[in-house]
């Protein structure tokens, strides 16, 4: 049986490190075909020059976004991706239905991932250009939203935070009433971004860890919206002295028993691909770096009950799960072109809309 012919993607803002990860993961893609990367720094010059491992695979050059316009016949692409900072990617999402393309974008800035523009604004201290589209964006923590992603045209992939923290608690919001939670997490020196800064200079992070933000990190808005009202998150931030990667532990108070935890995590996860379960022990954080999964791992003692969650912040936090996003979005299999041994289907997909609705003018 032949595949369809791959669709086509453009990569807004992708000189970063989420966008170097990304653009690697939709070259090997079996029915993706990057076709344009975008940079005002960069642009005009070769991929590989933000990018070095991609010497050789791609042979794309960046273009500045003001020139990705759609053409007089139609969309250059089928699909785009937002890897913008916050602040920007709700511009360069609106900028994209001007020109004229109204299908699937995926962005993974912050701009579209609260239910509610005034709490946006409170989080970011920044007024959003596009509450209409903030309000019709399905928020992407894709095993818990897979249902509604089908045939989405806005999704928002949530921050790398946002990501471990919802994955760990987010069965104890399902299983029980008001629940509350103590998270500790470490994050690696690539979450920070690409453009240095005093913080994550080598010298300074190399060898320490360093707590930021306590209480008060921006994720914490995702995550009590997709727990709920009933779940009370405390969070406490650390800057780790390596490169990539999120490993972290929520102590949890309830008063279920180890059994009806895993039972739980097993009703929550079992079938995604992309989380690992391990009741009994909590994950080691090398075990993701460079993977799609979220290690999730549970221990109890004399009432006490501690779940350890360990993710790549680049790809589950970020890339990967953009592509799992397009993937759902597309009614492909969730873990096509991440993990091996996915079969691409052989019919072509139907690509979603947006609806005039939902591009403002």
Known sequence: MSTPTPIRAAVLHGAGYAGGELLALLLNHPLVEPVAVTSRSQAGQPVHTTHPQLRGQTDLAYTDPADLDAE???????VAFVCAEHGQGA?????????????????LSADHRLG????????????????EAMRAAVYGLAEVNHRRLRGAALIANPGCFA???????????????????????????????????????????????????????????????TLGGGATVQFVPVSGPWTRGIWGTAHVATLASFDEVTAAFETAYGGRPCVRLSPGELPELLPTTGTP???????????????????DNLLKGAASQAVQNLNLALGWPEALGLLPGVPAPTEAPSLPTATPATVSS
């Not at 007089?72 to 089928?78: I, K, M, Q, R, T």
């Not at 509610?116 to 509450?131: Q, R």
């Open 293 to 311: 999964f979220c290690d999730l791992g549970w221990v109890e003692k004399d009432g006490h009950l501690v779940v350890g969650f360990a993710l």
């Open 91 to 107: 511009a360069a999402v609106q900028a994209l239905r001007r020109s004229g393309f109204d299908g699937l974008i995926v962005d």
């Open 116 to 131: 509610s523009v005034e709490t946006y604004e409170a989080v970011y201290g920044l007024e959003h250009p596009d509450p």
């Open 163 to 225: 990501t471990g923290l919802s994955l760990a608690l987010w069965p104890f919001a399902r299983m029980q009433g008001p629940f509350e939670a103590h998270v500790t997490a470490l994050t690696g020196a690539s979450g920070s971004g690409a453009r240095p800064s005093p913080t994550t200079h080598f010298p300074r992070r190399d060898g320490n860890v360093r707590a930021y933000k306590v209480l008060a990190h921006r994720h914490l808005a995702e995550v009590r919206e």
């Open 72 to 78: 007089a016949g139609g969309p250059a692409f089928d």
